[in-house]
C-alpha cells in the first residue's frame, strides 16, 4: 500500500512511486542471477532424488546419495556471489542521483550544490555483503553434506538461498537509504527542512515520526514510537528506520506552497494515528498493534469518535476488523 495518496501533492507522489520503482528494480537485477541459479538447483534435487529413489519420500543408497550431494554442491560452487554486491554499488550510485534530482527539483536551483556521496551506513553495509553472502553459502553446504533425507537436503539447498533474500533486503534498503540521504545532503546544503512521509502500513515506529519535521542540518528526534519500545534511542538522521522501511524525506518549506490549505504535516500525524486505532502497520504483530491502539486511545485522539469505539471494540475483542483500504 502506497503513501496517504489523498493527503499529498502529487509530486510528492511521483518521486515515492519513483523510489519505490527504484528499490523493487535493484532487489530484482541484483537477484535475478542467483535467483535463477537456484530455481535449476531446487529442480535438479527433485529429479535426482526421485529418479534414484522412486519418490521424495523414498531413500536411496548412500553412494547414489554421495552422488546427488556432489552434483548440487557443484553447482552451488559455480553460484557467484560478487555480481550482487558490485551492481549494488551502481544502484546506490543510481539512488544517489535520483534522491539529488528530487530535492533539487523541490528546492529550486542547483548552484552551489555538491553531489552527495554514499552515506556512511550504506557503505558499511555493502563492504560487509559479500562476506555475509559467503557465510550464508558456506552454512547451507555444511548443511548439505550432511543430509541424510530429501527435506533435509531441502532445508540445506533453503539455508544456502538466504543469500538471494539477503540481496534483495539489502537492495531495497540501500537504495532507499541512499535516496533519502540525497535529499538530506541538498536539504542541509539549501538549509530546508525535512518532512517525514510514512507509507499508512509502515510499523508502530515509523507511523510515530509521520509529519515530523526536522530543522535544517539536524536529525529527527530520537525514540519515537506508537509501539512498546523504540527501535533506537539514538537520534534519526533520515529513514529507512530499519531493513523493509519505505519512509521517505521531502524538503518542506511549508504548508502555503502548493499544496493549498491543507497543513500536511498536521494531516501527516492524524493519518498515522488513524493507522494505529485502525490496526493497519502490516510488520507489527497483533498483540503489539492492539496495546499501541489502546495505548494512542488513552493518550487521547482527535480522530473521528467513530474511529475511536471501532479502536476500542478492536482493544476489547483483541482483533482489528479492518483490512488496509
Ligand atoms: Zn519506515
Not at 107 to 126: D, F, H, Q, W
Not at 265 to 281: D, F, N, T, Y
Request: proline share 6%; charged share 25%.
Amino acid at each position: 500500500m502506497g503513501t496517504p495518496a489523498q493527503i499529498l501533492p502529487e509530486t510528492m507522489q511521483s518521486y515515492a512511486q519513483q523510489v519505490l520503482a527504484l528499490e523493487e528494480k535493484s532487489a530484482e537485477l541484483a537477484s535475478k542471477n542467483m535467483d535463477e541459479d537456484f530455481k535449476k538447483i531446487f529442480q535438479k534435487a527433485i529429479s535426482l532424488w526421485v529418479k534414484v529413489s522412486g519418490s521424495v519420500q523414498g531413500v536411496p543408497s548412500d553412494n547414489a546419495r554421495t552422488a546427488i550431494l556432489v552434483v548440487l554442491t557443484k553447482m552451488l560452487n559455480k553460484i557467484d556471489l560478487t555480481i550482487a554486491p558490485e551492481f549494488l554499488m551502481g544502484a546506490v550510485g543510481m539512488g544517489l542521483e535520483m534522491g539529488f534530482a528530487q530535492a533539487l527539483e523541490e528546492t529550486g536551483g542547483k548552484e552551489k550544490v555538491k553531489k552527495p556521496v554514499i552515506s556512511p551506513s550504506v557503505k558499511e553495509a555493502l563492504d560487509e555483503m559479500p562476506g555475509k553472502l559467503e557465510q550464508q553459502m558456506k552454512d547451507g553446504k555444511k548443511l548439505l553434506a550432511r543430509a541424510q533425507t530429501f527435506s533435509q537436503v531441502i532445508n540445506a539447498l533453503s539455508q544456502a538461498r538466504k543469500v538471494v533474500t539477503t540481496t534483495e533486503r539489502t537492495a531495497r534498503w540501500a537504495t532507499n537509504e541512499s535516496v533519502n540521504h540525497s535529499v538530506r545532503s541538498v536539504a542541509d546544503q539549501k538549509k530546508v527542512p525535512l518532512l517525514w512521509i510514512p507509507e499508512r502500513n509502515a510499523c508502530v515506529h515509523c507511523l510515530a515520526y509521520a509529519g515530523k519535521v526536522s530543522k535544517p542540518g539536524q536529525d529527527f528526534p530520537a525514540g519515537l514510537t506508537f509501539g512498546d519500545k523504540p527501535l533506537t534511542t539514538e537520534k534519526v538522521k533520515n529513514p529507512p528506520l530499519h531493513p523493509n522501511c519505505r519512509c521517505r524525506v521531502f524538503p518542506w518549506r511549508g504548508s502555503k506552497r502548493g499544496v493549498g490549505a491543507v497543513d500536511l504535516p498536521a494531516a501527516l500525524e492524524r493519518e498515522a494515528q488513524r493507522s494505529v486505532l485502525k490496526g493497519w502497520s502490516e510488520s507489527t504483530s497483533n498483540a503489539e498493534r492492539l496495546r499501541a491502539a489502546d495505548r494512542l486511545l488513552q493518550a487521547g485522539t482527535n480522530l473521528p469518535k467513530t474511529v475511536q469505539s471501532e479502536a476500542k471494540r478492536a482493544v476489547n475483542t483483541g482483533t482489528f476488523p479492518n483490512p488496509l483500504p
